[in-house]
Protein backbone atom coordinates (compact mmCIF):
# COMPACT_ATOMS: atom_id res chain seq x y z
CA UNK A 1 0.00 0.00 0.00
CA UNK A 2 1.18 3.32 -0.57
CA UNK A 3 2.74 5.17 2.34
CA UNK A 4 1.26 8.59 1.47
CA UNK A 5 -2.44 7.00 1.46
CA UNK A 6 -4.08 6.08 4.29
CA UNK A 7 -7.58 5.01 5.84
CA UNK A 8 -10.30 7.76 6.40
CA UNK A 9 -13.90 8.01 7.86
CA UNK A 10 -16.58 10.63 7.83
CA UNK A 11 -19.42 10.67 9.64
CA UNK A 12 -22.46 12.70 8.60
CA UNK A 13 -23.37 13.42 12.63
CA UNK A 14 -19.68 15.44 12.70
CA UNK A 15 -20.20 16.91 9.22
CA UNK A 16 -18.43 20.79 9.28
CA UNK A 17 -19.61 23.26 6.56
CA UNK A 18 -17.48 25.34 4.38
CA UNK A 19 -17.39 28.05 1.98
CA UNK A 20 -15.47 26.88 -0.79
CA UNK A 21 -14.91 27.48 -4.85
CA UNK A 22 -18.35 29.13 -5.01
CA UNK A 23 -20.16 31.59 -2.80
CA UNK A 24 -23.81 30.15 -3.63
CA UNK A 25 -22.46 26.82 -2.48
CA UNK A 26 -21.31 25.21 0.97
CA UNK A 27 -18.73 22.22 0.89
CA UNK A 28 -18.09 18.69 3.24
CA UNK A 29 -14.97 17.86 3.16
CA UNK A 30 -15.12 13.89 2.85
CA UNK A 31 -11.40 13.58 4.52
CA UNK A 32 -10.26 12.21 0.97
CA UNK A 33 -7.83 14.54 0.48
CA UNK A 34 -5.94 14.47 3.06
CA UNK A 35 -5.76 10.29 2.89
CA UNK A 36 -4.67 10.62 -0.47
CA UNK A 37 -1.62 12.80 0.20
CA UNK A 38 -3.44 15.53 -1.73
CA UNK A 39 -4.05 13.30 -5.00
CA UNK A 40 -7.89 13.49 -5.00
CA UNK A 41 -10.54 15.55 -3.11
CA UNK A 42 -14.52 14.21 -2.58
CA UNK A 43 -16.91 16.57 -1.07
CA UNK A 44 -20.46 16.94 -0.48
CA UNK A 45 -21.68 20.29 -1.81
CA UNK A 46 -24.68 21.81 -1.00
CA UNK A 47 -26.69 25.02 -2.35
CA UNK A 48 -27.64 28.08 0.29
CA UNK A 49 -31.12 28.08 -0.32
CA UNK A 50 -31.88 32.23 -1.85
CA UNK A 51 -28.32 32.24 -3.56
CA UNK A 52 -28.45 31.80 -6.90
CA UNK A 53 -25.54 30.83 -9.38
CA UNK A 54 -23.60 33.66 -11.12
CA UNK A 55 -23.19 32.34 -14.34
CA UNK A 56 -20.39 32.49 -15.89
CA UNK A 57 -18.38 30.61 -18.32
CA UNK A 58 -14.94 28.41 -16.68
CA UNK A 59 -12.98 25.75 -16.90
CA UNK A 60 -10.48 23.28 -14.06
CA UNK A 61 -7.56 22.37 -14.69
CA UNK A 62 -7.65 18.82 -13.70
CA UNK A 63 -7.15 14.82 -14.31
CA UNK A 64 -10.65 14.22 -13.27
CA UNK A 65 -13.67 15.47 -12.29
CA UNK A 66 -16.73 13.78 -11.42
CA UNK A 67 -20.36 14.68 -9.93
CA UNK A 68 -23.32 12.76 -8.73
CA UNK A 69 -26.40 14.47 -7.58
CA UNK A 70 -27.93 13.10 -4.05
CA UNK A 71 -30.58 15.88 -4.11
CA UNK A 72 -32.57 18.01 -6.12
CA UNK A 73 -31.24 19.59 -9.27
CA UNK A 74 -28.35 21.39 -10.99
CA UNK A 75 -28.75 22.61 -14.66
CA UNK A 76 -25.11 23.28 -17.14
CA UNK A 77 -24.10 24.38 -20.31
CA UNK A 78 -21.11 22.12 -21.49
CA UNK A 79 -18.88 23.27 -24.11
CA UNK A 80 -19.66 21.28 -27.49
CA UNK A 81 -22.78 19.63 -25.91
CA UNK A 82 -25.39 22.08 -24.99
CA UNK A 83 -27.33 22.47 -21.81
CA UNK A 84 -27.47 19.16 -19.31
CA UNK A 85 -29.61 18.75 -16.29
CA UNK A 86 -28.78 17.38 -13.72
CA UNK A 87 -31.06 15.61 -11.60
CA UNK A 88 -31.16 13.01 -8.34
CA UNK A 89 -29.66 9.94 -9.20
CA UNK A 90 -27.38 11.62 -12.09
CA UNK A 91 -24.05 11.10 -12.37
CA UNK A 92 -21.46 13.44 -14.93
CA UNK A 93 -17.96 12.84 -15.68
CA UNK A 94 -16.70 16.52 -16.62
CA UNK A 95 -13.54 15.83 -19.30
CA UNK A 96 -10.26 17.61 -17.93
CA UNK A 97 -10.42 21.22 -18.98
CA UNK A 98 -14.26 21.40 -20.32
CA UNK A 99 -15.54 24.78 -20.10
CA UNK A 100 -19.00 25.14 -18.72
CA UNK A 101 -21.15 27.43 -17.24
CA UNK A 102 -24.02 26.44 -13.87
CA UNK A 103 -27.41 27.96 -15.37
CA UNK A 104 -29.49 27.70 -12.21
CA UNK A 105 -29.84 25.16 -9.68
CA UNK A 106 -32.83 23.93 -6.82
CA UNK A 107 -32.61 25.51 -3.63
CA UNK A 108 -32.39 21.87 -2.02
CA UNK A 109 -29.06 20.70 -4.69
CA UNK A 110 -26.82 18.28 -2.53
CA UNK A 111 -24.52 16.82 -4.67
CA UNK A 112 -20.51 14.81 -4.46
CA UNK A 113 -17.84 15.88 -6.49
CA UNK A 114 -14.47 13.82 -6.67
CA UNK A 115 -12.05 15.37 -8.36
CA UNK A 116 -8.48 14.84 -8.83
CA UNK A 117 -5.87 16.56 -7.79
CA UNK A 118 -7.34 17.56 -4.85
CA UNK A 119 -5.32 21.19 -5.89
CA UNK A 120 -6.52 22.57 -8.90
CA UNK A 121 -7.25 26.08 -10.98
CA UNK A 122 -10.20 27.45 -12.05
CA UNK A 123 -10.01 29.63 -15.10
CA UNK A 124 -12.53 31.97 -16.26
CA UNK A 125 -13.00 31.90 -19.73
Not at 1 to 11: A, E, I, L, N, T
Given at each position: ?????????????DAQWDRGLRAFFEYRDLGIKDATAGKVVAH???????VHAMPQRHHHDVEFQMVYVLKGWIKFDYEGVGEVMLNAGTCVHQPPGIRHTELGHSDDLELIEIVSPAEFDTGND
Open positions: MDQKMRFSVSHARVIRAIPG
